[in-house]
Every structure is written in structure tokens, then in C-alpha cells.
């Protein structure tokens, strides 16, 4: 009996050693090893950058920068918004020139800034780069859909997703965006006749981000635009939770611990899948309960189940989507479908708030084209300028400021040889705003520069990427930029506006880049 015990206890010291062991050697490998190879291979190609410091890496440094750029607003109405933003970036740009490495945490990050380098990785035309795992916090929020997915995975979300954002699909959508547009502006209209000659203060900010939810939920879902908007109250709560992380050091691991944060974050996720199963479900019933042939509906959502059930039904059944998979593309193309207009419009409402005379230019655009009819597709593209003003906005304000790729096997980029696993981080906001690219002029608003198309308006014809490039560019840009011209087509129509003495210019990036106190904007009604 005596050895039975004894052996068992030695079996148990034995598993506990080699368990501890193996704890042991992965530490060691993720907090001191892997953190000087890369150091190592980096330094030895002439590339400067931080020291490195077990588990929080460079992230109290930005975490203070950040602090401090952010305490108070900007003194004057500047664009010169790179050294608040990124303020990480702009210091290090500085000190360690245009490549350099930190580190995220345990992880380093090799920041690139020359245009040529950063179209070979988002071309990435042989498959060498891979999109990063986000955060938990961000991956609850935006979901495991096109925007995070590689390889085979992609190319199955690409196929199904791509038709739901064609053109000829979106036109129909018009009309949908003007009645919520003329909704808001009628409320508009109201407050109007309240107000007095100086004309009537409103934060568009907010208006703008309960105008893009209603939106989305009645082109993505349709008749279920309920249960839309309550996804969008769910998604924003998320949103706040993950740009907090996203400022802080995180620990692998950690997102499965039950922590206060971490259960409260669960029960969003799993109410936001309960809404979606609910309504996907709704969609698939007539079609199980019928013999005869239903549709899965014309709005975003029944599109894509429409090419999702082309692919089932064809020769390629492995490139169909799982309902879990579809779940996770409607949490993609709703939050980014809402976030990155509203922004977009909120920025371009600024813009032209400051710059009287392109709104006017704007204004007479638009009243030839449409008079004071509710604009619709057709008319909407032939807006020159408007198409203009919209890409300078988007220039000076891009709604997504940082992109990150990751090398699956050692490469070669440009002239610098990359270990497995590096990961590359680079700025559109800094390029961007480049004087290099862009001209002594680059923090001044100046549309004009796009008047012969986007490949033109720089120094460099890939200097302008506010929806990324290459095979992996937003795919619902098109939606983005048909929704702002028809929105702010018809406030043109029927107000003038400027900037209210109120607003306090202090963008900032929740995610995505907004104004931190909103957008106070002065409206005037007018007649055409």
C-alpha cells in the first residue's frame, strides 16, 4: 500500500514538474527570448527604437503622451491633428526616424512610413502578410468577419460579402437614407422656428450617430430595424470598452477570467447574438415552412444571405457561410456601416462650416443637379464636388488611423529582412498629413487637390487610403460615400450653416477618430 502511495505521489511530482517546466520555458520564451531576437534582428539592420520592459513593453510612455495631448482642447481651429492623435508616433518619428520598433506590450511592432513599403504589405501579393488578432473587446464588437479573417476564411467572407456593397445594389438604398434624413431634418425644421435670428445651435455629432443607426438598421435589416438599433446601443457600449483596452497592457489570457468588466462585456456579446440569430432565423423560416420560393429580402442582410445561398447551392459548398459566420459579418458591416459615416459627415458638417465659400460651392452644385428634389442615385454621382470635399475630409479626418499586419514566415521588405512574426504598424492619419506627399499645404483644407482624381492629389498615387488598399480595402465605401452625399445634399438644400462659438476643436480616436465634445454647429433655414 505504502508503494502504491509513493508512487502516485511521485507520478504527481512528476506531472507538476513538467507542467511548471513547460510554464516556465513559454514564459521565459514570450517575456525575455522573443522580445530580444526581435530587438536583435532590428538593431542589426540599423533600425532604432525603445528599449524593452517585461510585460508592459512601450505602453506607459503612450499611455502618458496620450494624457497629455488629451487634457485639454486644441488651442486654435488647426488639422494639424497628428501630434494629439498618434502622439506616440509623431515623438518617436522624431527621435528615431521614419522606421522604428516599440513594443506593445510583449509584442514589438516595427512602425513603417514610406508609401512604397506600406503598398507592399496591404497589396501583399503573394500572401505573406496576415491581418493581427484583434483584442477580445474589439473582436466582440466587430466579430470574426471579413475585416479579421485570412486565407481560405477570406476568400469565402470576400466572395459573399462583395455583392452586398456592388453599386447597382446600393442604388436602390437611396431612398431609404432620404426618408431618415428627412426625418431628422424636419425635426430640424421644427427647432427652427423657435429660434431666433442668429439661428439655431446643433451638436451634429449626435445627430449624425443617430441618423447613421437608423440607417443601417433599415438598409442592413429591414422590417427588424428595432432590434437594429438596439444592436447599435449594445455596439456602443462595446466600443467605449474597447478603445479603453486598447490603451492599456494587455495580458494574454486574461479576457477568460470573470472579471466585472469581462462578464458585463459577455452579456452584450451574447445579447447582440441572440438580436442577430433572431433576425437571420426570421429569414430562413418562410423558406423551410413553404415549398414555394421566398426571398431572403432586398436590404444588406438578405443580399447577403442570397449569396451565401448561391454558394451552398452551387459547385463549392465549402465556400458557404456558417450562421455564426453571417452573425459576425452583420456585426461588421453594422457598427463600421454607422461608426465611419456619422464621423465622416461629422468632419465634412465642420469642414464646411469653416469654409463658407466651398459650402457654397456645394450648395449650387446641388441645387443644379437636384433643385429641391430629393436627391437619388444618378444625381448623387454626378457631384463633383462634393465627391472632392468628401475626400478631403476624409484625408485631414480618415475614420480608422492605424493598420496592422503580421508576417507569417520570414520576409523580405524593401531593403530590411523581417523575422517570422513581426508585426508592422503604420499611420494613415501621418501620411496623410505628410508634407512629403502632400505639399507644404498638407494641414490646410484644400479640395481643389482631388480635382483630377485621387491617384493625382499627391506627390504619391497610394498617399490617399481612408478605407486601406489593396485586396483587403473597405468594402463598404461605396455605401459610406452614397450615404454622406445624400445626407449632406439635402441639409444644403434647405440650411446654411457655421461653426457655433461652443465648439471646442479636441478630435480624438474612440477606434475611430471623433470630436471629444462634440460638434456644435450653427443652422440658419433657407429657402432655394
Request: hydrophobic share 40%.
Amino acid at each position: 500500500m505504502d508503494l502504491v502511495i509513493r508512487s502516485s505521489v511521485e507520478a504527481l511530482v512528476a506531472i507538476l514538474v513538467v507542467l511548471f517546466g513547460s510554464i516556465f520555458v513559454k514564459l521565459f520564451r514570450d517575456l525575455i527570448w522573443r522580445p530580444y531576437a526581435f530587438h536583435k534582428a532590428y538593431t542589426g539592420q540599423g533600425i532604432r527604437g525603445l528599449s524593452y520592459r517585461i510585460l508592459v513593453g512601450s505602453v506607459p510612455e503612450y499611455t502618458e503622451l496620450f494624457r497629455e495631448t488629451h487634457a485639454q482642447p486644441m488651442q486654435n481651429i488647426s488639422h494639424d491633428i497628428v501630434p494629439r492623435i498618434t502622439p506616440q508616433y509623431h515623438k518617436w518619428c522624431q527621435i528615431y526616424g521614419e522606421t522604428f520598433f516599440y513594443w506593445d506590450g510583449i509584442q514589438s511592432r516595427l512602425y513603417i512610413s514610406e508609401p512604397e513599403l506600406i503598398k507592399e504589405v496591404l497589396s501583399n501579393k503573394f500572401g505573406h502578410y496576415e491581418k493581427q488578432t484583434p483584442r477580445p473587446f474589439v473582436l466582440a464588437l466587430l466579430g470574426r468577419g471579413l475585416v479579421f479573417v485570412d486565407g481560405l476564411r477570406w476568400v469565402k467572407h470576400r466572395r459573399i460579402v462583395s455583392p452586398v456593397f456592388n453599386v447597382d445594389k446600393l442604388k436602390p438604398m437611396v431612398k431609404r437614407m432620404a426618408a431618415c434624413t428627412s426625418s431628422m431634418l424636419e425635426n430640424w425644421q421644427e427647432t427652427m422656428a423657435q429660434a431666433d435670428s442668429h439661428g439655431k445651435e446643433i451638436d451634429v455629432h449626435n445627430e449624425f450617430i443617430e441618423l447613421t443607426a437608423n440607417i443601417i438598421s433599415h438598409t442592413a435589416f429591414g422590417s427588424s430595424y428595432n432590434e437594429g438599433k438596439e444592436v447599435f446601443e449594445l455596439q456602443r457600449e462595446l466600443q467605449e470598452m474597447a478603445a479603453k483596452a486598447e490603451r492599456s497592457v494587455f495580458i494574454p489570457g486574461s479576457q477568460y477570467i470573470p472579471t466585472r468588466k469581462n462578464r458585463y462585456a459577455w452579456k452584450i456579446d451574447r445579447r447582440i447574438k441572440e438580436i442577430l440569430n433572431s433576425i437571420i432565423q426570421s429569414r430562413l423560416e418562410p423558406r423551410t415552412t413553404t415549398r414555394t420560393h421566398v426571398g431572403y429580402g432586398s436590404d444588406l442582410l438578405g443580399i447577403m444571405m442570397t449569396a451565401n445561398q448561391n454558394e451552398l447551392g452551387g459547385s463549392q459548398r465549402n465556400l458557404s457561410m456558417t450562421i455564426d459566420e453571417i452573425m459576425d459579418e452583420c456585426k461588421t458591416f453594422f457598427f463600421a456601416g454607422h461608426e465611419t459615416t456619422s464621423n465622416l459627415l461629422t468632419w465634412a458638417a465642420f469642414l464646411l462650416s469653416i469654409n463658407l465659400d466651398w459650402q457654397e460651392i456645394l450648395r449650387k452644385e446641388v441645387i443644379s443637379i437636384c433643385g429641391t428634389d430629393i436627391p437619388d442615385a444618378d444625381m448623387l454621382s454626378r457631384m463633383k464636388s462634393m465627391t472632392m470635399v468628401l475626400n478631403e475630409t476624409l484625408r485631414l479626418y480618415p475614420p480608422a488611423g492605424r493598420i496592422t499586419r503580421k508576417a507569417y514566415k520570414a520576409i523580405k521588405l524593401g531593403h530590411f529582412s523581417l523575422p517570422k512574426g513581426a508585426v508592422m504598424s503604420f499611420s494613415i492619419l501621418a501620411m496623410h498629413h505628410d508634407e512629403k506627399l502632400w505639399g507644404p499645404d498638407a494641414n490646410l483644407f484644400k479640395p481643389e487637390r482631388f480635382a483630377a482624381g485621387v491617384s493625382n492629389a499627391a506627390i504619391h498615387p497610394n498617399a490617399f487610403c481612408p478605407f486601406s488598399m489593396g485586396p483587403r480595402n473597405c468594402d463598404g465605401q461605396n455605401f459610406a460615400m452614397l450615404e454622406a452625399k445624400s445626407v449632406l445634399a439635402m441639409i444644403l438644400q434647405r440650411f446654411s450653416f457655421s461653426l457655433s462659438p461652443a465648439y471646442k476643436h479636441a478630435p480624438i480616436a474612440v477606434l475611430t477618430l471623433q470630436p471629444q465634445h462634440g460638434m456644435q454647429i450653427t443652422f440658419k433655414s433657407i429657402e432655394v
